[in-house]
């Protein structure tokens, strides 16, 4: 079975840009949830879509936006970017089954840089 | 509110010593804890998860973390270290109810440093 992919790996925008990131989650799972990290406020959580749907969201400004498509793959999209905005993106796809335990499993992350 | 406090930035080692790295957690229901590592330029990878039953969880690579209810801790620990073990550990948090599991609230982490 194929991982979590995120593409693109790196990218580079300039301050007041808009970027848009994608995660193609694992076959069969349908659950994405979006995190980012950065040295100063670690690993935090953006959102978690699940069958299309916004199911949990974090503490970040309405900049940061995300949807997911009928196949599951995800994307996630921030606007007017500014310099704190430069950190890894990781996602992580799940099953998503309510009620129950479900594994999430991470792709190896975009990094973004702010100039 | 959940919050995960990992009370060491970075912890150094000798090979072969023992290591333990701290967590706590706070919580008003219950919750599934894990450890994640991460190694350089890599995602996170999934090293052991407390879910119910057993308090002691243990991963195929020697390490193993206990959780105890009373102190709201999750500490990891390893008898003896590698060099290959030297990267960042996280600990994280997700509470039991439909819909939860999506969301997993991490700790700061800990870069664990094994020198020869």
């Known amino acids: 079975k194929a991982g979590v992919t995120q593409t693109p790996r790196y990218l580079i925008k300039t301050r007041g840009q808009q970027v848009t990131l994608s995660c193609s989650p694992i076959s069969g799972h349908r659950s994405v949830s979006w995190y980012q990290q950065t040295p100063g406020q670690g690993l935090q959580f953006l959102f978690e879509?699940?069958?299309?749907?916004?199911?949990n969201k974090g503490n970040f400004p309405g900049r940061f936006s995300g949807r997911q498509f009928s196949n599951s793959r995800s994307e996630m999209n921030v606007s007017t970017l500014e310099l704190g905005d430069s950190a890894l993106y990781l996602c992580a796809s799940s099953a998503g089954l309510a009620g129950s335990y479900n594994e999430q499993f991470f792709g190896p992350g975009t990094r973004l840089t702010v100039l | 509110a959940q919050s995960v406090t990992q009370l060491d930035s970075q912890v150094p080692v000798f090979e072969e010593a023992p290591v333990e790295l701290r967590c706590n957690y706070s919580s008003s229901v219950s919750v599934y804890l894990f450890w994640y590592v991460q190694y350089p330029n890599q995602g996170l990878q999934l090293l052991l998860k407390y879910l119910s039953g057993s308090t002691l969880v243990e991963s195929i690579n020697g390490f193993e973390a206990e959780f105890n209810k009373s102190q709201t801790s999750f500490h990891l620990r390893k008898p003896s270290v590698h060099i290959s073990d030297t990267a960042e550990y996280f600990c994280a948090v997700t509470t039991h109810g439909s819909g939860n599991t999506g969301k997993l609230i991490f700790g700061q982490g800990t870069t664990l440093q094994v020198k020869p």
């Open positions: 879509y699940f069958s299309e749907t916004q199911r």
